[in-house]
Nanobody, 126 residues
């Protein structure tokens, strides 16, 4: 029904930038919330950022606030994550996620999302 595909991951030095993109296909008209999660080796999946349908409401984990920017383009069915001032601790597999539910309730919890991409690796060297 809905497919998500991430791109833009790679290897970057500390202090550098990367832009991740996620393209949605299928019944995208009902995907009111979209976000990014990440999972590092030996750690559980954690919330990174989320954005509402209109793009006016954005949410960030404390660890990335001020460095990362999430945006979406509904005409192109895409959501992006611009990552600046990258740190080695940002190294992880980054996953695009989407859900049908409206509002901010549950946006920090991975179980509250309906669809997931395959993930893209981000490696930040020191």
């Amino acid at each position: 029904q809905v497919q998500l595909v991430e791109s833009g991951g790679g290897l970057v030095q500390a202090g550098g930038s990367l832009r991740l993109s996620c393209t949605a296909s299928g019944r995208t008209f009902s995907l009111y919330g979209m976000g990014w999660f990440r999972q590092a080796p030996g750690k559980e999946r954690e919330f990174v950022a989320a954005i509402g349908w209109s793009g006016a409401d954005t949410y960030y984990a404390d660890s990335v606030k001020g460095r990362f920017t999430i945006s979406r383009d509904n005409a192109k069915n895409t959501v992006a994550l611009l990552m600046n001032s990258l740190k080695p601790e940002d190294t992880a597999v980054y996953y695009c996620a989407a859900r049908h539910r409206v509002g901010s309730s549950g946006i920090y919890q991975h179980a509250q999302y309906d669809y997931w991409g395959q993930g893209t690796q981000v490696t930040v060297s020191s």
